[in-house]
């Protein structure tokens, strides 16, 4: 499952799961998830969950800016629209949430064992 995380000065503060379609950001009534900031506008951002035409039961997650006024950051970039992956910060006005997967492995294996028999 694919979550947000919102973290308010380094603590975890809620925890968004995301489902299949589109997860819209903004500061209008309707949107997925509203966010009380000046800074944020009516119809700030949209994060899209499709399934991946290459692994069975995974997703493709991206984030695109909808021509908000102070734009969106993805690990401190600025960007217009962007594929996420596990443990990217996103920042929204004076919001951040943390990209979090729970079928995302915390490692790469690079070695395997492979028995003498």
Do not use: C, W
Not at 18 to 33: M, Q, Y
Not at 72 to 86: E, F
Not at 96 to 109: I, L, R
Request: charged share 25%.
């Amino acid at each position: 499952m694919i979550k947000l995380k919102h973290i308010l000065n380094g603590v975890v503060v809620s925890e968004i799961n995301l489902a299949e379609g589109d997860f819209t950001i903004g500061r209008n009534h309707g949107n997925s998830l509203q966010l009380e900031d000046g800074v944020v506008s009516g119809e700030h951002a949209v994060i899209r969950l499709e399934p991946s035409p290459y692994l069975t039961n995974a997703f493709d997650v991206t984030i695109r800016d909808l021509d908000s006024t102070n734009g969106i950051y993805v690990n401190n970039l600025l960007v217009k629209d962007q594929r996420l992956k596990h443990g990217d910060s996103i920042k929204i006005g004076t919001h951040e949430f943390k990209v979090f997967d729970d079928q995302s492995k915390s490692g790469t294996q690079t070695e395997f064992y492979v028995p003498d028999d």
